[in-house]
Structure formats: C-alpha cells, structure tokens
C-alpha cells in the first residue's frame, strides 16, 4: 500500500515535469530499443536459420547440377553442339558405394515442359525423383499418395503436383481424376501436394524457383520417357545440353559424420569435375556458421546492454542530483513530519526506478515499432520473444536501481535543520 | 481543570547545553537549561536573536541532540536516541508549525495534512478521514484540494496547523507562526491557538516577538543559552481585539 502510493506519487511528480522527465528518460529509451530490437533480428535470424535447416533435413547433404561459367564451354563448342554438364550417374554410384557414411543418395533428374490441360498450358518443372525423394524432404500429400518403389520399377506414368499447379490451370474438378500432357504421354494425377513455402535460400539449395511449379513423376519413368537430353530453341538457334542428373540428395547416418561425408563428397566430386559444375549445400554448415554469429551475437549485445545501460544511467544520476537540489526543503519538510532515512531513499528510488521503467517501457514501444519496420523493409524476419522483452524491461529497472541510489542516499544523509531552512 | 502542577510533564529538560564548534575550541549556545511543560500547558519561550532560541527549538523538535543533558518528551528519553527513533518520535509526538509554513508546494492542503499519517503508515481511507476533519476544524473545510499556492498565508497557516494536529502529538510546537503573516491573520492564529490549548492540547510557541508571547498563559524568557524568567498568569491577556472565531471565517466568501 505505501509502495503504491509512492509510485503514483513518483508518476505524478514526472507528470509535472513532462519534457524534463522525457528527455532524461531518452538514453533508456533508445537504449531499450535498441536491445529490444537487436534481439528480435537476432532471434528471427536463428528462427530462420533453424527453419531453413528442418527443411532441407540436418543429415542432407545435397549436391545440384550449375552450368559452368560460359568462358569454361569454350572448348566445348567445337567437339558438339552439345553442352554435357552437371552430376553423372557415376557420381551418384562412386558416392554411394565408396563412403561409408551414406545412407542413401537419390537421384533427381529435372526437365522443364509444357504441362498440357485440355487447350491451357502451364510450364512447370517436371522433377524424375526416387521413392524416397519427396518424405526425405517432408512433402507429404494432402490428397491421395506419394510416388511408390512400384511406378518406377513398373515405370508408370503417374505423377504428385503441388496445387498451386491446378489453380494455375484453374482446374476445378478432382484431383485425382486429372490427366496431364506432358510432351505426348498423359500422366494420371495420383496425389496433390500442399502449396508448401520454402525460404529463399533453401529454394535455391534445392532448386526450386518461384514460377516453376513442380511436378513429380516416378525416376525410371521419367529417365527412359523424357531421356537425359535436352534441347531448347531460342531466337531460332538450338541449343543441345546433356545432363544425367541435376540434384543429388545424400542422407548421412549420423549427424556426427555429416561434415566428414561432405569432404568425402566434394572429394570425390573433385576427382571427376574439371569444371565446377555442380554445388554442395550442407545444411548443417548453416548451423554451424549460425553458431559462430551468436557467439560474436553473445559478445556484442551485452556491450550494447552495458552501454545504453550506462549512457541512459548517467543521465537519470544527473537530473536526480538536480532534483535532490530543488527538493531540498521538502525533503527537510518531510524529515520534520517523521519520514525516515529509509523513506526518503525509498521515495527518491521507487522515483527514479518509476522513471527508467517508463523509459523502458516507452523504448519497448520504440524497438516493436523498429521491429515492425525490419520486417516491413527489409527481409529480415525479427521476432519479439518474451526474453527480448524482459530483458529489456529489466535493464531499465536495473538502471533505476543503480543509478537512483546515490542520489537518494544522498538526499536520505541531508541535515533535516539545514534541508528546512533551505530557500 | 486539575491545577497544572498535578498533570503529567510533556516536556522535561534537564541541563541542556548545545555546543558548536571544535572540542578544542567550543562555541557553546545552550549554557544548562531547565524547564518543564505540562500537559495541557501553553508555554511560549521568548527570546532575542542570539539567544539560542533556535538552536532549542532544534533539540526540543528532536531535530538536534543536546551535547549534554536529559531531553524527555511525554516520558521518554529523546536525548540520546538514534536518527530513526527520532524520526518517529517528531512523527508521533511533535506537531511542527513553522514561520513560512513549510508546505510542499506541489501537493494538495489534504496531501500535506496527510504528511504526518502517511509516514505513521496509516491506511489511506482513515487518513483522509481524520485529516478532513482537522481542515474543517482550523476553518479550511471549503478548499482541501487546493494547492498552498492558492491560497492566503492565513490559510497556509491553517493548514499547517491542521497537519501538525494530524499525528495527534503530545504536543505542537510552533516556530514564529504569526512572522510571516499580517497583525489581523496573525491575530487569527494566535486565537487558533488558544482554541487548541482551551480544547487540552499543549502548545509550545517560540518567538522573538514579546507581544505575540503576551498572548500564553506562560512565559519562558531566553537569554544568552539561559532560561532568565519564568513567568505563568492565571488570566493570560486576550489577542488583541478579537472578533471573529475561526470557524465564522470559514463561512466568509473569498
């Protein structure tokens, strides 16, 4: 109850003096906002970076096709008007066979078509994959089935579409009714994929791209249909390109042996490549590096802490040695009347405490709407966690705390007699 | 009305001194002094400037300790007690009214009249209730929340009165209350004060000025740190003119 009052009373006295209070209250305001919204780009980049790894799987190791830089196909050109490149068949075997650490390697082999809907079309990107493709990177459909060890073997003409696919084609009828013309074969819809989001980084790490919508078809029906050649005409010139494979996904044991298996990968890759024609993303190397910005993260934050902490305290010290001065006489007033020492400390403390908690508060609203526009302007996905908020709140209090007790330990020491007859 | 030698003493001191300056070198102001206030008393202690008028109030406000001597207030030895037993003793016993009033500027007539209740730690609601009850009583019912500067410096006085009777102290103790105010407002106080003292409350008035001590029914005469008269009339003078009571003052507009 009396702790209660003396708080209105603290706030009634920072209401009289609106600008003064505000401006003393500015180094904990933008100190605050400052932890408050370093925390949240921090948290929405380990969020981001934790989502990106589930997605890709923390034990893949994947390996995609890049045509090599156009300096490099020189030499090429004169043999063939083909351009061979990317991930052989021989890759996918020496990887499999040779490291121990393999669970399984899977084949991806990709071609992009004209999807045919009665008179519409759609170009999309028809993606040959294993069995184990699709629950390796947890797509799993939400209307019908995944690919069978089966349709390849039986090499059926069966296919998994993404429903964005059937609402480009504004196809409204059942799925699972649907035939789609690829080139000339029809291939019967068996199962519907939900319109899953991947970020930005992983869609390259897998080589997916916003226009294209995938459809999968089982491998060996894809390999012996569409063949491993392609050939693309452009402002009237053909262009031949030969790819066995574009993408390889590597499952490793054990997270332990993720990053030996990937030396073991690129070694071997090394060893077959002239050119630098494919690329290896390692998910957990994300992590990893991820690791290494929150230890410079850990550093750097509680210097920022420290010195909103110590920059916003010094003024608070200086305008409550100030106030001490102007209040004297109350202050002798209220010794006269029976205050204690201890009252008078605890007025001017719960005063100054009242004062940076407020900051506190003003700089948490400050760092959401900081928040609001990182994520508004740039493509950083800051989070406000509960942590980042009490943080913050707490470092405003410890400030008042801090900085609040010289001052009224000091107006808790004046000489009653001296304090009354002070004009 | 017992005969005043038969209530209990309030104020007991005994061989006060008050030295300032160094042990090697001191500069004594309170040279062994003496005096006894019953309960119920009016006593005002006159003294010129240079008397050690204020130095005494100090020590009887149990702001200051005595460098030598006994000090006790309604029986209990204040001379040599610690700062927090001080700070409640001035809480609980003492009822301050100082020459320029001592308000808080920035708090209301009824906050600062809380003052005292509020450091005794008592609930609010019983607080206010009292405190509107004393404002009423010294004729300031129509503006309890008024801030001081708001009003006259009778009306300050007033208010200070009010909340030096808030604590309900053994006694009040009153620095020049009429210094900073006009001979009428003046003369309102001092009946004010005698009001009080007529209602049993023991008032000690300290003063340079012998015409507003003329007013108590007892007379202590400081010189030089010592007490050099004692006087006490049975039929204390009357302040001068009296006309109206408080409580009708209350009822004048303005």
Not at chain 1, 216 to 232: H, Q, S
Not at chain 2, 117 to 136: G, M, N, S, V
Request: aromatic letters at 6%; glycine letters at 8%.
């Amino acid at each position: 109850m009396f702790l209660g009052e003396l708080v209105f009373e603290a706030l009634r006295n920072l209401a009289r003096h609106k600008l003064r209070s505000f401006l003393t209250a500015l180094g904990i305001i933008f100190g605050v906002a400052s932890v408050m919204s370093m925390m949240s780009a921090g948290e929405g980049a380990r969020q981001a970076i934790l989502e990106q790894i589930n997605q890709l799987g923390i034990r893949n190791i994947i390996v995609n096709a890049k045509k090599p830089p156009a300096e490099q196909n020189a030499e090429d050109e004169g043999s063939g008007f083909q351009l061979a490149y990317g991930i052989t068949f021989k890759d996918a075997a020496q990887i499999a066979e040779t490291l121990p650490f393999i669970d399984s390697v899977l084949p991806v082999h990709d071609k992009d078509r004209w999807i045919w809907f009665k008179s519409r079309r759609v170009e999309a990107k028809v993606r040959a994959v294993t069995d184990d493709y699709l629950p390796t990177l947890k797509l799993f459909p939400i209307l019908g089935r995944t690919l069978t060890a089966e349709d390849s073997l039986e090499r059926r003409r069966v296919c998994v579409v993404r429903r964005r696919l059937l609402n480009e084609a504004r196809y409204l009828g059942d799925p699972l009714k649907l035939r789609l013309k690829v080139d000339t074969d029809y291939y019967q819809v068996v199962g519907v994929l939900p319109d899953f989001e991947f970020q930005s980084p992983n869609k390259a790490a897998l080589g997916i791209d916003d226009r294209a919508l995938e459809v999968y078809i089982p491998f060996d029906t894809g390999i012996d249909r569409m063949g491993i050649e392609t050939v693309t005409s452009r402002s009237g010139s053909f262009e031949a390109s030969r790819v066995e494979l574009h993408q390889l996904i590597c499952t490793v044991n054990t997270e332990e042996n993720v990053l030996h298996a990937a030396r073991g990968i690129k070694t071997i890759l090394e060893s077959f490549h002239d050119k630098k024609d494919y690329e290896v993303t390692v998910p957990l190397e994300l992590l990893e590096s991820r690791q290494k910005t929150q230890k410079v993260f850990n550093i750097v934050l509680p210097i920022v802490a420290g010195i909103s902490l110590l920059v916003g305290g010094i003024g608070i010290l200086n305008i409550m040695l100030a106030t001490i001065t102007e209040r004297t006489r109350e202050i002798g007033i209220r010794r006269a009347l029976g205050a204690t020492g201890a009252d008078i400390t605890s007025q001017f403390l719960i005063e100054t405490v009242t004062l940076s908690t407020v900051g506190g508060l003003l700089g948490l609203a400050l760092g959401g709407a900081g928040v609001v526009a990182l994520r508004h302007f740039t493509d950083w996905d800051a989070v406000v966690t509960p942590e980042s908020v009490a943080l913050s709140l707490g470092i405003s209090c410890l400030t008042g705390v801090a900085f609040g007790l010289y001052p009224a330990r000091r107006a808790a020491q004046m000489d009653p007699i001296e304090a009354l007859r002070h004009e | 009305m017992p005969s005043p030698d038969m209530r209990k003493p309030i104020l007991e001191l005994e061989g006060i001194t008050k030295s300032y300056g160094t042990a090697a070198n001191p500069l004594p102001v309170l040279k062994g002094i003496d005096l006894m206030v019953r309960d119920g008393e009016y006593c005002a202690i006159i003294g010129p400037s240079g008397s050690g008028k204020s130095t005494l109030l100090n020590i009887i406000g149990a702001l200051d300790r005595p460098t030598t001597g006994t000090y006790r207030l309604a029986g209990r030895d204040v001379s040599t007690m610690p700062d927090d037993e001080l700070s409640r003793v001035r809480n609980t016993r003492i009822g301050f009214v100082f020459q320029s009033f001592h308000l808080i500027t920035h708090l209301t007539v009824l906050e600062n009249v809380e003052m005292p209740l509020f450091y005794a730690r008592q609930p609010k609601a019983a607080r206010r209730k009292r405190c509107l009850d004393l404002i009423e009583r010294v004729g300031l019912g129509h503006r309890p929340g008024h801030l001081p500067s708001e009003l006259s410096g009778g009306e300050r006085q007033r208010a200070a009165v009010a909340r030096a009777l808030a604590g309900d102290p053994a006694m009040i103790l009153a620095d020049e209350p009429t210094g900073n105010l006009d001979s009428k407002t003046s003369d309102e106080i001092m009946r004010l004060f005698l009001d009080l003292h007529a209602g049993g409350t023991t008032i000690v008035l300290i003063t340079h000025d012998p015409e507003i001590a003329r007013v108590a029914p007892r007379r202590v005469l400081l010189r030089d740190g010592l007490v050099v008269s004692d006087e006490r009339e049975s039929t204390p003078a009357k302040p001068r003119e009296p006309r109206i009571v408080p409580s009708e003052v209350a009822d004048v507009p303005g």
